[in-house]
């Protein structure tokens, strides 16, 4: 793994784990700091050995914020939300497929403050959370949302006391890891589909995939393993 000046990288059990590195700024980003961070999210995107990826941030911030493509990875990509995510660092979060915060956490869409629109993919991202009405609301009064407010926006998905973050997102980073490879791309791939897709596509889409799934070694492991249990408990 290439080293890194404000990007932390770590590979361990399954588990990509990326810190943005500048506490002293708020995680914000600068330019290396974008180039660091999208060249570790592609190599570890890339990597057979890497099952999961977690984002977060180091110090007190997730990131004071600056498409990413590389977030739309086979596997799942799981945000830490330690502290502040504003304006591009909220929508980084919010490009990932899932957000455990602390209770100490705030995300908010900034960019009126300086004359801005949201980027980083938030005209994307963020109606299809909350709804275009509410997504207009937080966009044009720039305010930080805190945790239980997001939590219940859908802007979060669970918030967790703070000094329970890191190992809440690891037991939740270690059972995405255990669960079978090629299920899982595939499922994520459906469900991103699925606003663009009709029911019908989509049931062709699900018949394909559990065809493909069915003559995978793995699925026939799982199958004959649980007809095994089922003989037994009978």
Known sequence: MAAYERVLVEIAAGIGSVTLNRPEKLNAFD?????????ALRLLSGSEGVRVITITGAGRAFCAGADLAVLGSEGPVLAVVNGAAAGGGANLALACDYRIASDQASIGQVFHKLGLVPDWGGTFFL???????KALELVWSARMVPAAEA??????????P??????E????ADAWAAQPASAVRRAKAALYRSDEGAL???LD????QQNELFATPDVRARIAGGASIAKRSG
Do not use: K, N, Q, Y
């Open 205 to 208: 889409l699900e018949i394909t």
């Open 162 to 167: 703070h000094a329970r973050l890191a190992s």
């Open 31 to 39: 330019r290396a700091m974008c180039d660091e961070l999208l060249e």
């Open 151 to 160: 939590l219940e926006l859908g802007l979060f998905d669970r918030v967790v």
């Open 169 to 172: 997102a690891r037991a939740l």
């Open 200 to 202: 019908e596509s989509m």
């Open 127 to 133: 109606p299809r959370l909350v709804g275009t009405s």
